[in-house]
């Protein structure tokens, strides 16, 4: 029998195409594993076996039909609750949403039927995409976050309950829950992926992003994802039709890197913070600066335009739900509605001045190494974490992927984040996967 767990995606696709493995074999195994893990991590608000058997059955009779298969034929894809579904229910983490759907399908759930995957089921988020964290546990320890927003799916996929999600991130919610849980974590340059029919908690900062458990996987979808959408306006027109090719070719000689010892080094716990120090010195062309100073007027920023945002996108649940909301959401609305013109104004023009100043790394070298989070998983269900080591990137719009390359306190998963310049994704993901394949041998 096929181990359907240790195939790469672009592997397990070609044996659906060939009917050497069917769809429904494949979602048979992910079924088994939510059986068995799901009372315990809560990855999932909406799953129903019986109808995912359904579409993998229709999936398998289509191929047999001897008509053309998308890239992920078959493949079953957890996506975070917050993106519009018209099957199921999107909840967004908030009891005010309780049993709502969307009266259509999100651009990427569209673009991933598409390419003939499944949606499997929709995946614990903070609420909102906020704070509040859900009921998920850490697959690695049950006593522990996962982290957030995206909490669901990164564990889904740590867990082997899902070969890939998606998620979003709007300070560090897609990199942090992949370093807590041990798995790829990418959030793309901003504007390659359509926030069309998702939750918007901020027009300036949301980002769509995945989770796998290779680069090459999360190259494979985001070739499928990254598409101009005219009801997006930040979208762009970016060809990603060889983002797996070159993702594979890898850079043309060894590349360079920069790493950024942050502010925030001195709240990293002493086991990760060794494990950072060794692994960097385990590498000759990594270089180690002090954190630019205007990084700091970024973590201001950011926080200017998020709590401005939430204020005005989530309104009508503050005037009217405003008891049925946390204290973390009821706080930041709170803030949020205090802001000047002028000082969002500020924050958003800053966003151009600072990038200008921090494309000229690219001009000597291939990538910023940071730690992905500070530290493994908290103890504890009552926080996600910090995003301290993530808003810049949010705010600067960059491609940054984290990769669990290393172990902290009690064995735990560490993420090492990497940063590429805007809209060079292609590039960046082939360095991405070259460090990678540097760690596994």
């Known amino acids: ?5 240790s195939l790469r995606i672009e592997e397990l696709v070609s ?48 191929r047999r ?29 908030t009891v005010i949403r309780k049993g709502k759907s969307y009266s259509q399908n999100a651009e990427i759930i569209d673009l991933l039927l598409a390419a003939g995957a499944i949606v499997m089921g929709k995946t614990a988020t903070s609420e909102l995409a906020y704070l509040g ?77 995945m989770f796998g458990r290779k680069v090459e996987d999360i190259a494979l979808l985001a070739k499928t994802l990254i598409k101009k959408d005219n009801y997006d306006p930040a979208t762009i027109y970016y060809s990603a039709e060889n983002i797996l090719d070159e993702t594979k070719k890898g850079p043309l000689f060894e590349p360079k890197f920069i790493f950024y010892k942050t502010d925030f080094w001195k709240i990293i716990d002493k086991k990760s913070r060794e494990s950072f120090e060794y692994f960097i ?27 401005t945002d939430l204020a005005n996108n989530f309104a009508i649940y503050y005037k009217k739900y405003k008891s049925k909301l946390s204290k973390y959401m009821q706080t930041a609305i709170a803030k949020g509605n205090k802001y000047s013109a002028k000082e969002y104004t500020e924050a958003i023009d800053f966003k151009k001045q600072s990038y200008e100043s921090y ?38 719009g960059t491609p940054c992927i984290s990769l669990p390359l290393l172990e902290g306190e009690n064995n735990l998963p560490l993420g ?17 996967r070259w460090l990678e394949k540097e760690c596994e041998n």
């Open 133 to 209: 964290p859900p009921k998920t546990t850490n697959p690695h320890d049950y006593s522990r976050t996962p982290g957030g927003s995206s909490s669901g799916s990164a564990a889904a996929v740590a867990s082997f309950m899902a070969p890939l999600s998606i998620g979003s991130q709007t300070g560090g919610s897609i990199i942090r829950p992949a370093s807590y849980c041990g798995v790829v974590g990418y959030k793309p340059s901003y504007g390659l992926i359509s926030r069309n029919g998702v939750l918007r908690t901020s027009y300036a900062l949301d980002h769509i992003g």
């Open 1 to 5: 029998m096929i181990d359907v767990f």
């Open 15 to 62: 044996k659906i195409k060939k009917g050497e493995i069917s769809s429904v074999e494949v979602c048979e195994k992910y079924i088994e594993r939510i059986s068995k893990f799901e009372k315990a991590i809560k990855a999932w608000v909406h799953f129903d076996k019986k109808i995912l058997l359904e579409k993998a059955s229709d999936a398998d009779e289509y």
């Open 359 to 396: 494309k000229e790394v690219f001009e000597d070298y291939h990538g910023v190494l940071t730690p992905s989070s500070p530290g493994v998983a908290l103890k504890g269900l009552k926080s996600t974490g910090t995003a301290e080591f993530n808003k810049v990137w949010s705010y600067l």
């Open 281 to 307: 010195k385990s590498f000759k062309n990594i270089e180690i600066f002090d954190t630019p100073s205007y990084f700091k007027d970024i973590h201001k920023y950011h926080q200017i335009i998020h709590e």
């Open 65 to 93: 039909s001897g008509k053309p298969v998308g890239p992920l034929h078959g493949i079953p894809i957890a996506v975070k609750d917050i993106i519009g579904t018209v099957d199921m229910p999107t909840e967004c983490g």
């Open 416 to 432: 090492v984040q990497i940063v590429g310049d805007r809209y060079d994704d292609h590039r960046f993901l082939g360095v991405a």
